[in-house]
């Protein structure tokens, strides 16, 4: 925990001296080498992998989750890795591993069931807009959407009684839009939370893809090679929010008509909850 005034708070102070924040998650790095070495293959991949019996097991399980549907049972890492390739499990990798290492925040203000469970849901609609816009960002939107928000377990890790101050004046109102509530941030922090997820992936030296997905989610007017991945971000991030899940301005931004976010609403509400237990298991 910080003791920082919000006028003298920088991200930088936050991802400071925090070994959990500071250190990025060791088998995707890993495994990444292996998958930017041509000599390299999907045996040598499964071979990180499975050093990890916790992780095999349930990038098995996934795989096997209706996420995939695939026909018949996938049995071993290396058959998964020649199903859905060794890029797309390295981001499912990644995936898993966030939801891991931030699974256990202390406070009883904060749920992180919920927190997992909204961001799993916009993985999944950012995963069906990809699909519908044939944009083939694939796996990478489905882990944009995840890891989105995640500069809001910062503060509840770093800044909690900051935090606190930010979601009670957001309670006190009626609900707000993201830039509504990035203002509040801004007011409180000093920054947002998408700056403070930003340089987290920065520091982390995550893709420029997730790096830049983040960073856009309060710029829509901004263009740039991942603007259209920041779009489907900020469209799934509003329709994943049960409480308030429409924004005309985003939903305007994709044209698409209200028939067309029922079905992608209606396709992963089908998949939600199998999913999210493979995720976030409770036990």
Same mark, same amino acid.
């Given at each position: 925990?910080?003791?920082?005034?919000?006028?003298?708070?920088?991200?930088?102070?936050?991802?400071?001296?925090?070994?959990?924040?500071?250190?990025?998650?060791?088998?995707?790095?890993?495994?990444?080498?292996?998958?930017?070495?041509?000599?390299?293959?999907?045996?040598?991949?499964?071979?990180?992998?499975?050093?990890?019996?916790?992780?095999?097991?349930?990038?098995?399980?996934?795989?096997?989750?209706?996420?995939?549907?695939?026909?018949?049972?996938?049995?071993?890492?290396?058959?998964?890795?020649?199903?859905?390739?060794?890029?797309?499990?390295?981001?499912?990798?990644?995936?898993?591993?966030?939801?891991?290492?931030?699974?256990?925040?202390?406070?009883?203000?904060?749920?992180?069931?919920?927190?997992?469970?909204?961001?799993?849901?916009?993985?999944?609609?950012?995963?069906?807009?990809?699909?519908?816009?044939?944009?083939?960002?694939?796996?990478?939107?489905?882990?944009?959407?995840?890891?989105?928000?995640?500069? =809001?377990?910062? $503060?509840?890790?770093?800044?909690?009684?900051?935090?606190? &101050? %930010?979601?009670?004046? +957001?309670?006190?109102? @009626?609900?707000?839009?993201?830039?509504?509530?990035?203002?509040?941030?801004?007011?409180?922090?000093?920054?947002?939370?998408?700056?403070?997820?930003?340089?987290?992936?920065?520091?982390?030296?995550?893709?420029?893809?997730?790096?830049?997905?983040?960073?856009?989610?309060?710029?829509?007017?901004?263009?740039?090679?991942?603007?259209?991945?920041?779009?489907?971000?900020?469209?799934?991030?509003?329709?994943?929010?049960?409480?308030?899940?429409?924004?005309?301005?985003?939903?305007?931004?994709?044209?698409?008509?209200?028939? =067309?976010?029922? $079905?992608?609403?209606?396709?992963?509400?089908?998949?939600? &909850? %199998?999913?999210?237990? +493979?995720?976030?298991? @409770?036990?």
């Amino acid at each position: 925990m910080i003791a920082y005034s919000p006028s003298t708070l920088t991200v930088a102070d936050l991802l400071r001296g925090d070994l959990q924040l500071a250190s990025p998650p060791n088998a995707y790095f890993l495994l990444k080498k292996i998958v930017e070495d041509p000599n390299k293959t999907a045996k040598d991949a499964a071979v990180v992998l499975e050093a990890d019996a916790a992780l095999a097991v349930k990038l098995l399980k996934i795989v096997n989750s209706a996420f995939y549907g695939f026909p018949s049972q996938i049995s071993s890492i290396t058959k998964a890795i020649t199903m859905i390739g060794t890029r797309e499990l390295q981001n499912l990798v990644l995936g898993t591993l966030i939801v891991e290492r931030f699974s256990d925040l202390p406070g009883q203000h904060f749920s992180i069931h919920d927190f997992w469970a909204r961001n799993l849901r916009c993985a999944l609609i950012a995963r069906e807009l990809d699909i519908h816009f044939g944009k083939h960002y694939a796996d990478t939107a489905f882990l944009c959407g995840l890891v989105h928000n995640i500069g =809001q377990l910062v $503060f509840y890790r770093r800044i909690p009684v900051l935090a606190r &101050e %930010v979601d009670l004046l +957001l309670q006190s109102q @009626t609900p707000l839009a993201v830039d509504e509530e990035v203002t509040v941030e801004q007011n409180v922090i000093g920054f947002d939370h998408f700056q403070a997820g930003a340089e987290l992936c920065k520091q982390w030296m995550l893709p420029d893809v997730i790096v830049e997905s983040i960073r856009l989610h309060c710029f829509p007017d901004l263009i740039g090679p991942y603007a259209d991945l920041a779009a489907m971000v900020r469209l799934a991030n509003c329709l994943s929010r049960i409480e308030n899940p429409y924004d005309a301005h985003a939903v305007n931004a994709l044209n698409l008509t209200p028939e =067309q976010i029922s $079905f992608i609403l209606d396709k992963i509400s089908d998949e939600f &909850e %199998v999913i999210f237990k +493979l995720f976030y298991p @409770t036990v």
